[in-house]
């Protein structure tokens, strides 16, 4: 049996040659990544979430370790869609890898508003929606929280997107049934999913003995929640067994990529690794094909769901 491995991943109508992305908010719009590694030999550069007018974030400190993982209360901060298309965009485009472009909003209207401004722009291979935003129409509440809030956000997406571009919806593991907001996301019009964003957190500073982020919460990413991802992307193939899924959270090598694969995922995204190891998404798309092959797999899409599967031979 040859031990070349077929390495092309498939989200929805995007095809891609790899089956790993970056992860949104990890490495702006890997301009920065593209000196370590070709960022164009990945899947696709995955944007930090982009909203419609600039914002500066949450005050500072911002960050806070924490075991096999860290906390960040960034805030969104980014220079809006308009800057963002002029410059960023540009670049990808330039460069000539493949993007996926994420955004977020606090209202449906803004969400409705960002997909309109990018929906003739080229270069753009699917829209990530990150609706782990709160809703300032609703108390704050977290858009990905809620099944029907949820669904408005990617409906209006969906209304304003060219159907040649496939949107996924970017899910929160801070629900009591993940599946149920999944369903809702596919039923308004999503594409696919992205799983799982961070999960909230605290970090109390001893010596000061105060918050040690100025949000107080913040994003708990990194390996701490990878297990908690993988049981995410697990519960949502088994309830939902044709939908493409993005895996993600606290994937630091090959061999934890192919847990998502294995449980469901049909691609993944590498984020927090990259702090640590600007060239991790070139060396986990390595590690991850030599795995696949010592398994005897020809090619990703072998492996996807496999783990679900009763007594199945390679």
Known sequence: ????????????????????????????????????????????????????????GRPT????????????????????????????LRWLRERGARTVVSIAGGSVNEFAELANRLRHEEGISAIEVNISCPNVESR???????????????????????????????????????ADIARACVTAGADGLSMINTTLGMVIDTDTMRPALAGITGGLSGPAIRPMAVRCVWQVRQALPEVPILGMGGIATGLDALQFLLAGANAVSVGTAVFNDPSAPWRIHNELAAALADRGFRSVADAVGYAHREEVTI
Request: aromatic letters at 4%; charged letters at 20%.
């Open 1 to 56: 049996m040859s031990n070349v491995v077929d390495m092309r991943a498939q989200l929805a109508s995007a095809a891609l040659p790899s089956p790993v992305l970056t992860a949104s908010g990890c490495a702006a719009a890997g301009r920065e990544l593209d000196r370590f590694f070709d960022v164009t030999a990945i899947g696709a550069v995955v944007t930090k979430s982009i909203m419609a007018s600039p914002r500066s």
């Open 140 to 178: 704050g509440q977290v858009f990905a929280c809620d099944a029907r809030a949820a669904g408005s956000v990617i409906h209006a997406v969906r209304r304003h997107t060219s159907a040649l571009t496939p949107i996924f919806a970017k899910l929160s593991p801070d629900v009591t049934d993940i």
């Open 61 to 88: 400190p911002r960050m806070a370790e924490t075991p096999a993982g860290m906390l960040n209360s960034i805030g969104l901060q980014g220079p809006g869609v308009e800057e963002f298309i002029r410059k960023d």
